[in-house]
């Protein structure tokens, strides 16, 4: 058999298994099944998002978080009710610690 005859003979053998494995029947997974999977995913996103615990802010991102200008965070931080920590020379603030200001500043106002 020449090189030609083989590669004929190949290539009719591809197209064919090709066709086999497009009549196969594809597993499919039903519309309930998808809605349980992206259901779990989001809650497992929420508690992920609503756990502080490693959760840094720049000065900006804690203004937005407070709804306040960043020139409030400057000054809680000058006074000391807000501590950053410093990672290679940024400033971040743990959003455990701005909760906890929250928390703070919600208490008060309710004495």
Not at 12 to 41: F, N, T, W
Request: proline share 3%; hydrophobic share 30%.
């Amino acid at each position: 058999m020449d090189f030609n005859a083989s590669k004929t003979k190949l290539s009719e053998k591809s197209k064919r298994i090709g066709k086999e494995l497009a009549a196969q029947e594809q597993p499919s997974i039903s519309e309930k099944e998808l809605k349980e999977v992206i259901e779990r995913e989001r809650k497992k996103l929420e508690k992920e998002s609503a756990t502080p615990k490693g959760v840094y802010l720049t000065i900006q991102q804690a203004a937005e978080y407070l709804n306040v200008s960043k020139m409030t965070i400057w000054r809680r931080t000058k006074d000391g009710t807000l501590k950053p920590k410093r990672f290679g020379g940024k400033v971040l603030y743990a959003r455990a610690d701005i909760d906890d200001y929250l928390n703070n500043q919600n208490s008060c106002s309710h004495e």
